[in-house]
Every structure is written in C-alpha cells, then in structure tokens.
C-alpha cells in the first residue's frame, strides 16, 4: 500500500480537526474534515439569481468555497437555459461564514457541502416548485399530502451533468439514494451522454452507509483541490480518477536535514510518493523535532503542530490519495 507524503504530513501534523491559528498561518480556505472542521474566506450565495433559489432565504448558512458557489450558479443557469419554463433549482445549506457545525447536519462545516433540492413535475410532467424535501421512491414519484409529484430526470440530470462538468470543482460525492441513482443513469444511457460522463456520474452518485437515504435531495460534497490539500483541506473521500492528482511532497531544508539524519534517503523528483513503513519512518523523525506535537496530542488540543509545514507543490504526476480511517466520515445530510 502507497500513502502520498503530503496527505501523511496533513494528517498526522494537523490532526483532524485543524483551525487557522497563528502557529500555522498556511491554514486558509477549507480546513479540516467536512465534519470536523472550519473555512476562511467563504463566498455567500446569494438569496436567489437566474435559475435558483435558497431553500431558507434568511439563513446565515449559506456560506461555501468560492468556486462552489460559482459553480452552483453556473449550474442553475445552465439548467434554465437548456430546459426554459421550469421552476427554479432549490438550494438547502451550505455552511456557515466561518465554518463550524449548523444545525441538522454533521458535516457541512468547511464549505464544500450542499444540499440540492429536486426538480419536480406535476405527474403530466408540467414543472412545479419544490414543496421542499420530498421523499421520491423508486417510481420516481413523491406524495405530497394528496397528490403525486414526478421527479424532473431530465432537470436533475441536467444539473448533474452541469455540475460534473464544470472547470472551477471536482465533485468527490453526489449522496442520493440508489433507486434515483438509477433513473438518473438510466436516462443519461439512453441519452446517448459520453461514457466517461456516465462513469463519472456512476461513481460519485452513491447512496450513503451511514446516515439517510437521501431519497428526498442530493447532498454534494466537492474534492479538496490540490492547491487547497496544503493550506488544510482534508478527507471527504477517494482521490477519482476524474479529480486532479493531489500535490506532491517537497520537503523544506529543516525536514530533508532531519530526514538525512535519521539515516534515510530523501525522495528523489521522480518518486517523490513512498511506502507506509518509510513514511512512518519520517513521521517519527520529525516526531522528535523539539516542541513537536505529536499527532494525538494535535488532534486533542485541537490546533496545528507548530513544527513548519513541509512545502508542497502541485505535480502533474498521479498519486492515490488515501484518507486516515480517524479522518473518513463520508455523509450526512
Ligand atoms: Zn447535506
């Protein structure tokens, strides 16, 4: 098993429930675990625009990464416009300006959670507003007090499609139950969309183990970016083959000195990723720097090691990217 550096350091040096503090002033943007976590530089979504309305007009919570928010604007126009007439994409919470836990939610804390609403249809298909969150069963219908709604599949796969599509993300995760996974797949099949689209959509679409169905919205999770992996982002699922490759490590002059001192090579350009007994190995090196904390005691008190973070730069070279099991936690609502 190969563990990249860089995700062992963020791991270990930062526990799971890192802050920006002034011990460690490379902490910006998404810091932490969505579930464990904060952010810093956050852009509102505003209360509606072409396409979308919030869910809760007056929240406090509809704070997230700026490129998200982008994104879901750039999606609900998209939808508009390739399917004209319809009700308006329902957008539930995003997290708050600073991050932290909101209420009803486990995650949500680092600002690359939200939660989507469905596009519904009267069940002679004319678009009705979302009533809010409504249970759609395997038929792709919803009973609401008397009457029936349809799940709009072509709407909802619209935004998928837009979302999976857009430059600015990388989704890690589309939390929705497995029946609605399978109309929406079922429908881009028969739609002829590109097999890569299909398979990107196949993956991230995954009806959640541990937490609700997600039969009555989509719970979106997006990637860490590799520029955001070093300034503290962490976890949230597997490094897709469809997401860029995380950053490779650089070690700073202090850390290749230690590393030289414990007798171990340093990693060369072309392998820079390692095997988990020398990881270990480097771990505990630097363990023994003077005023390091280890990382349980990091985790427990809450805040960074104040041991210099290791530079890190972008490399275009693949690595797999494996998340600390204490650090996976992949869904609620
Ligand atoms: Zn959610």
Partial sequence: MRLLPGALFSAL???????????????????????????????ELPRSGPGFVRYRPWSKNYWGRPELVRALIRAAETV????????????????????????????????RDVDLLWY???????PVPTPGFVRVGSDGLAQ?????????????????????????????????????????????????????LVWY???????????APHDDHIHMRIACSPSAQVSGCQGGGPAWEFLPPP???????????????????????EDSST??????????ALEHQPGHLSGAQAGTAGHASPLAIPVVHASASPRPLLDPPVCRQWADR
Avoid at 36 to 43: E, F, I, K, R, S
Avoid at 120 to 126: E, N
């Fill in 120 to 126: 519904l249809t009267t069940p002679d298909g004319a």
């Fill in 275 to 284: 095997d988990v007994e020398s990881a270990g190995e480097l771990v505990s």
């Fill in 80 to 111: 508009t416009r390739e399917h004209p007439g319809g009700a308006p994409l329902v957008l539930g919470d995003l997290s708050a300006e600073h991050g932290g836990k909101i209420p009803n939610h486990r995650s949500h804390r680092t600002g």
């Fill in 247 to 269: 950053p490779a490590l650089e070690l700073s002059d202090d850390a290749l000195m230690t590393l030289i001192a414990a007798g171990e090579p340093p990693p060369s350009d």
């Fill in 201 to 211: 959509a196949q993956t991230v679409l995954h009806q959640p183990r541990d937490s």
């Fill in 144 to 196: 609401v007090e008397q009457d029936f709604l349809a799940l709009d599949i072509p709407r909802m796969w619209a935004l998928v499609r837009a979302l999976l599509s857009d430059a600015e993300i990388g989704v890690q995760w589309l939390f929705v139950s497995q029946p609605i996974e399978a109309l929406l797949i079922e429908y881009a099949m028969a739609k002829g969309e590109p097999d890569a």
């Fill in 13 to 43: 040096l930062l526990g799971c429930g890192s802050v920006p503090t002034p011990l460690a002033p490379g902490l910006e943007g998404s810091v932490g675990v969505p579930h464990d976590g904060v952010q810093t530089g956050a852009l």
